[in-house]
C-alpha cells in the first residue's frame, strides 16, 4: 500500500510542475488592444463588465477586459465567441471489454 501512495504522489507532484507554462497564459494580441480606460481588476469587475483574463494573474500586467456584457452573460459578446471556440474534450475510452 506504500509503493501505491508513493507512486500516486509521485503522479500529483509532476502533475503540478508541468501544469503551467507561459504558453498556457498567452493572450492574443487581439486582448492588449483593449484600451486602458476600459480594462478592469479583479475588485473592479461587477455584474456588467466583461470577465475576461488577459495575461499572466501573477504578472501586474494581468487584466479583465472590462466591456460591457448582454444581460447575464459573463463575458462581452466578443469573448463569448472566443470561450465557445474552446476544443471539446476527448472522448473518455474505457478498457473493459464487454
Known amino acids: 500500500m506504500q509503493t501505491r501512495m508513493t507512486r500516486m504522489t509521485n503522479r500529483f507532484e509532476r502533475f503540478e510542475l508541468n501544469t503551467r ?3 498556457d497564459w498567452d ?3 487581439e486582448d492588449f488592444l483593449i484600451p486602458q480606460s476600459q480594462r478592469r481588476t479583479l475588485l473592479q ?9 488577459v495575461g ?3 504578472s501586474p500586467k494581468f487584466f479583465f477586459c ?9 463575458y462581452c459578446p ?4 472566443r470561450a465557445s471556440n474552446l476544443v471539446p474534450p476527448a ?3 474505457s478498457s473493459l471489454s464487454l
Open 21 to 23: 507554462n507561459d504558453a
Open 91 to 93: 472522448p473518455i475510452r
Open 27 to 29: 493572450a492574443s494580441a
Open 66 to 74: 472590462g466591456a460591457a456584457t448582454d444581460m447575464s452573460q459573463t
Open 45 to 53: 469587475l461587477n455584474d456588467h463588465t466583461c470577465r475576461w483574463p
Open 56 to 58: 499572466d494573474p501573477a
Open 78 to 81: 466578443k469573448h463569448c465567441v
